[in-house]
């Protein structure tokens, strides 16, 4: 059986980099790689689950026929606005159901989704549409107060091979979105070894790369999250987070629970507000958060306990959820806490629901397959001994070989025999869990001392006027770096002083206690909600610098 190939090149290097003849050989043997498009768990999802409520969208709802008919036009007035198979569209939409009918469409005729999230802006944007060469451009009119739109327009202009931009909407001189409701088509059905849509990496520096998923890997991580998650025709998911977002696309997430049978339900905004009143009115089960927002559920809870009633499973990833935090979710939300750790680039980890307590609070899971292999390493890829922290990598059948068109940055990122550097600091267990320690970036040097932000953020989360922390490097002329805690207070802002006797009453070793400590309203966010340390990098050099 043939292997995939790469579909193009340019000068940046291969569209995609194909797993090895005999690892492609090893997933369909052991049925990871079933040969089948990623538009077809709709389709099956129709055929078994016709009437099911399928998707909810404020007081729009769909069943599974009604969603998957409604694709079949979606997708031939696609190709009546001169989108084939291969082309690249990048889709910009918030959490609406439109979402999941244009990638569901693009998908199904053979093009290849490029997942924006709402929060990019022309520059992203821009970059998007120029490097994968994208022919299509899917955005909302407006959203949260800002017009999409006139981002188009800048973009068109300098974008040379743009040439359809659909609006959810009001349109303007746009093709508005519901202009794509032509009589379905007869359309081939895409290969599955082939790309199916292209993510974009989570790092908060630079800019994103491109990640080529194919429709045999991404299924089979679908398909194995939804088994080990338990989902079934019952399950009520709450779509809280960015949809485009991996984890909230796949971890089971938006697919998982269509391959299961269950319900979808958006939400606009991951608030407590919003959120709650949908858990109670579609008696959600399920719903999936970044810690930040776990948090703010957890402050909000206690007098909101009647709405929560029908919540049993809160999966929390992303970043690392403080054990602090972690184990506060039971007692607060009155739900089972599932922590996720993964990657749009690949390996996904789960804690079971059969896990030990200490397992479920205290890492961040394990694999979804018995062939993703998982090693911890040394500065020079050595392994270090079992229970060390080290830099994590890692391969498998549903993690990539290579970034979309970006050999020379491939070249960093994946050892020669194709394990890939996920940038992460860890430790495993013998059960092989993961314990998440940090990232490569987040290990702050001062003056040969190694601190972990995330041990230090985990040991200050735990004092009880401490909402929200970030732990980043502050450069100092004498250490080289020293720490800086960005702290939201709950309520009175404490001193700077009994925080610092507090974490040395814990025992945390001098070096780890912060050498500065900033109380802040908030923290800065990325796209996906992640904490932006970069952006406190910059605040907190800037303000040294200003006062030196």
């Not at 479920?360 to 397959?369: A, E, K, L, M, Y």
Request: aromatic share 8%; charged share 25%; glycine share 8%.
């Amino acid at each position: 059986m043939s292997t995939s190939t790469p579909t193009s090149s340019s000068a940046e290097g291969a569209d995609f980099t194909p797993w090895p003849a005999e690892f492609a050989a090893r997933y369909r043997a052991a049925g990871y790689w079933r040969g089948e498009p990623l538009d077809s768990l709709l389709r099956a999802g129709a055929d078994r689950h016709a009437g099911r409520t399928a998707l909810v969208c404020g007081e729009r709802r769909w069943t599974y026929a009604e969603l998957d008919a409604r694709v079949d036009r979606v997708a031939a007035g696609l190709v009546g606005q001169g989108i084939a198979a291969g082309d690249r569209v990048v889709v910009q939409l918030p959490n609406i159901a439109e979402f999941v009918m244009v990638i569901f469409a693009l998908l199904r005729l053979g093009a290849l989704p490029v997942f924006a999230l709402p929060a990019h802006r022309r520059a992203e944007i821009g970059y998007f549409c120029a490097f994968a060469e994208a022919k299509g451009l899917v955005i909302r009119d407006r959203h949260a107060g800002f017009d999409y739109r006139q981002m188009a327009r800048d973009i068109r202009d300098e974008a040379a091979t743009l040439s359809t931009v659909v609006v959810v909407g009001e349109a303007e001189e746009f093709i508005p979105f519901e202009r794509l409701d032509a009589e379905p088509l007869p359309l081939p059905e895409p290969k599955a070894d082939t790309l199916a849509f292209l993510q974009l990496s989570g790092g908060s520096t630079g800019r994103p790369k491109m990640i080529p998923r194919t429709h045999d890997d991404y299924f089979y991580s679908v398909r194995a999250s939804a088994e080990i998650c338990g989902l079934g025709p019952d399950t009520v998911f709450l779509c809280a987070l960015p949809a485009a977002h991996n984890f909230a696309m796949s971890s089971p997430g938006i697919l998982g629970v269509l391959y299961a049978g269950g319900s979808v339900v958006l939400a606009p905004d991951p608030s407590p507000d919003t959120c709650f009143a949908l858990i109670a009115r579609e008696r959600v089960d399920m719903t999936a958060l970044v810690p930040s927002v776990a948090l703010a559920w957890m402050e909000a809870a206690p007098a909101r306990q009647a709405e929560l009633a029908s919540l049993k499973v809160l999966q929390v990833g992303g970043s690392r959820l403080s054990d602090e935090a972690a184990q506060r979710v039971d007692s607060l939300l009155g739900c089972k806490l599932q922590q996720v750790f993964g990657m749009a680039e690949g390996l996904v980890n789960y804690t079971r629901f059969d896990d030990p307590q200490e397992l479920i609070v205290g890492t961040q899971g394990r694999p979804i397959s018995p062939d993703d292999e998982v090693r911890i390493v040394d500065d020079e890829d050595r392994d270090v001994p079992p229970g060390e922290t080290g830099h994590l990598i890692t391969r498998g059948p549903y993690t990539i070989r290579g970034y979309f068109r970006a050999d020379v940055h491939n070249a960093r990122s994946f050892t020669r025999d194709g394990f890939y550097r996920t940038g992460d600091v860890a430790r495993r267990l013998p059960s092989g869990h993961l314990i998440v320690e940090g990232r490569d970036k987040d290990q702050i040097n001062r003056g040969g001392d190694k601190v972990a932000a995330e041990e230090v953020e985990n040991h200050l989360l735990a004092h009880p006027a401490v909402l929200d922390v970030a732990v980043v490097a502050m450069p100092d002329a004498f250490l080289g770096e020293r720490t800086c805690a960005f702290i939201v207070p709950r309520g009175e802002a404490p001193r700077p002083l009994e925080i610092n006797r507090f974490m040395r009453e814990r025992g945390v070793a001098g070096y780890k206690v912060p050498d500065r400590i900033e109380f802040v309203d908030q923290l800065p966010k990325t796209g996906v909600g992640k904490i932006d340390k970069r952006a406190l990098r910059e605040r907190i050099a800037a303000r040294l610098q200003a006062t030196a």
